[in-house]
């Protein structure tokens, strides 16, 4: 079975393209016949929860013979964090994430995978909040306070260091709207009805 463009995938750092490449590549092997004992599930359920496909991630983990389940260390790591984003545990995930000693095909996608998670977990604080507590920050961005009052303030957050509170800043929003000129037409008209 030739995983050369999965190991391409993980050399380049295009762990977006992983999962549906591995989901392929496995369906092309299966039909095959060809054994999947060197298969990366470790990197192929890792791809599905990178992008945040947790569904998918469930059923390749359900779809697994338990033998492998049972023997592969690495593959059971990634899995403890697919339930921690399952359940919403989100300092969970970090501890699963930072609590394993991951091989070298895995260290920087968990790298990737956990910046990636912290910038999803951030955006949805900023759409949440317009204040919160440093020490919620750092449970769900799963940080120390420091790193998480320092995170948000790199990222236009203002801090009131006494009531150790952080004040979200908010995205501009953009609307972009085409000028249509029946309806300047129709606007004029109705004030100066209005007027008269």
């Not at 295009?14 to 990366?40: K, R």
């Not at 420091?146 to 979200?168: C, F, I, P, R």
Request: hydrophobic share 40%.
């Amino acid at each position: 079975m030739d995983l050369s463009a999965v190991q391409a995938a993980l050399s380049d750092k295009s762990y977006s393209t992983l999962a549906s490449l591995c989901d392929e590549l496995l369906l092309q092997a299966a039909s095959q016949g060809f054994t999947t004992d060197e298969w990366p599930y470790s990197v192929h359920l890792l791809a599905h929860l990178y992008i945040n496909d947790l569904n998918s991630a469930r059923f390749f983990w359900k779809s697994l013979p338990q033998e492998v389940k049972d023997t592969r260390p690495e593959l059971a790591a990634v899995w403890r964090i697919g339930q921690c984003l399952w359940k919403r545990d989100y300092a969970g995930v970090n501890t699963a994430a930072q609590g394993f000693e991951w091989g070298p095909d895995l260290a920087d996608f968990i790298t990737a995978f956990l910046e990636s998670y912290r910038q999803r977990i951030f955006k949805l604080l900023t759409s949440a909040y317009s204040t919160i507590r440093v020490a919620d920050v750092a449970h769900f961005m799963g940080m120390s306070e420091e790193d998480a009052t320092n995170y948000a303030v790199q990222n236009g957050w203002s801090l009131d260091a006494a009531a150790k509170m952080l004040t979200v800043k908010k995205p501009k929003s953009q609307t972009n709207q085409k000028l249509d000129a029946s309806k300047l037409q129709r606007l004029t008209e109705c004030v100066f009805h209005l007027e008269n």
